[in-house]
C-alpha cells in the first residue's frame, strides 16, 4: 500500500518562506509530484521530483531523498494568493498517483 | 498545451437518479484517463483508471457497476454515477495521462476543473 504524510496546516506571513515536508512509504516509486489546489478547485502541477536533489522553478523549490522516502517543497516570498492547499503525490507505477491528504497553507498580511 | 475540460462543473440532482460526468482533453488525445474523488477536507481517492477502447480499471472498493467508465475516444471519458445516493455527493475529478511533454516529467497528470455533485 502507499502511506503518504504531510503537516495538515501551516501559517506564514507575507513575504516569507514556508517549507512544507512530505514522507512516503509506497511499494513502488516513479517521482513525487507537488500540487497546489485552491478552495472548490482542481489541483494545477507545480513540481516534479524523480532524483535526488533540489528542484527550482521561481519562488517554489522542491526537494527529494529517495532514500529517506522524504520531499519538501519550499515557497519563498510567500503571497497572499499562495494560501491553498499543497498536495504531495507520489508516482507508484501504472501511471497512478497516491495522494498524501494536503496541507493547507494560509498566508497573513 | 494540456488543457483537460470537465462538464458540468457542477450538478443537484435526486436520490436514486444517474448522472453523467464528462471529461475532455482539448488540445492532445488521451489514451489513459483517470477519476479521483474528493471528499472536503480529504485528499484525491483514484476511483477508476480509463484506458481508451478497453474496460476501466477500478480501485479496490470501488463499484463498478454503480461507477460506470466510458472511454470512447482519445479525447473524452465519461463518468456515470448510477442511482446516486447521498453519500455520493463529493468533488469528482478527472485527469489525463500526458506523457512526454517537453521541459516536463517524463509522464505526468493534467487535471480537469472538477465536477460537484450533490445529491439530495
Known amino acids: 500500500g502507499q502511506n503518504i504524510d504531510q503537516p495538515t496546516e501551516m501559517t506564514a506571513t507575507e513575504g516569507a518562506i514556508v517549507q512544507i515536508n512530505c514522507t512516503y512509504q509506497?511499494?513502488?516509486?516513479?517521482?513525487l509530484f507537488w500540487y497546489q489546489q485552491h478552495a472548490g478547485e482542481a489541483p494545477t502541477f507545480l513540481s516534479y521530483?524523480?532524483?535526488?536533489g533540489l528542484e527550482e522553478k521561481g519562488r517554489f523549490s522542491s526537494f527529494l531523498s529517495r532514500s529517506k522516502g522524504y520531499s519538501y517543497l519550499l515557497l519563498k516570498e510567500l503571497q497572499m494568493k499562495d494560501s491553498a492547499s499543497y498536495l504531495c503525490?507520489?508516482?507508484?507505477?501504472?501511471?497512478?498517483?497516491?495522494f498524501g491528504a494536503g496541507t493547507t497553507v494560509t498566508v497573513r498580511a | 498545451g494540456a488543457v483537460v475540460s470537465q462538464h458540468p462543473s457542477w450538478v443537484i440532482c435526486k436520490s436514486g437518479t444517474s448522472v453523467k460526468i464528462e471529461c475532455r482533453s482539448l488540445?492532445?488525445?488521451?489514451?489513459?484517463m483517470f477519476w479521483y474523488r474528493q471528499f472536503p477536507k480529504q485528499s484525491l481517492m483514484l476511483m477508476a483508471t480509463?484506458?481508451?477502447?478497453?474496460?476501466?480499471?477500478?480501485e479496490q472498493g470501488v463499484e463498478k457497476d454503480k461507477f460506470l467508465i466510458n472511454h470512447a475516444s482519445l479525447t473524452l471519458s465519461t463518468l456515470t454515477v448510477t442511482s446516486a445516493h447521498p453519500e455520493d455527493s463529493s468533488f469528482y475529478i478527472c485527469?489525463?495521462?500526458?506523457?512526454?511533454?517537453?521541459?516536463?516529467?517524463?509522464?505526468?497528470?493534467?487535471f480537469g476543473p472538477g465536477t460537484r455533485l450533490t445529491v439530495l
Open positions: 488540445d492532445f488525445q488521451a489514451t489513459t
Open positions: 521530483n524523480v532524483l535526488d
Open positions: 503525490a507520489v508516482w507508484g507505477g501504472d501511471y497512478k498517483l497516491s
Open positions: 509506497t511499494s513502488g516509486f516513479n517521482g
Open positions: 480509463s484506458n481508451e477502447g478497453s474496460k476501466a480499471t477500478y
Open positions: 485527469s489525463a495521462r500526458v506523457p512526454g511533454l517537453a521541459g516536463g516529467p517524463a509522464d505526468t497528470q493534467y
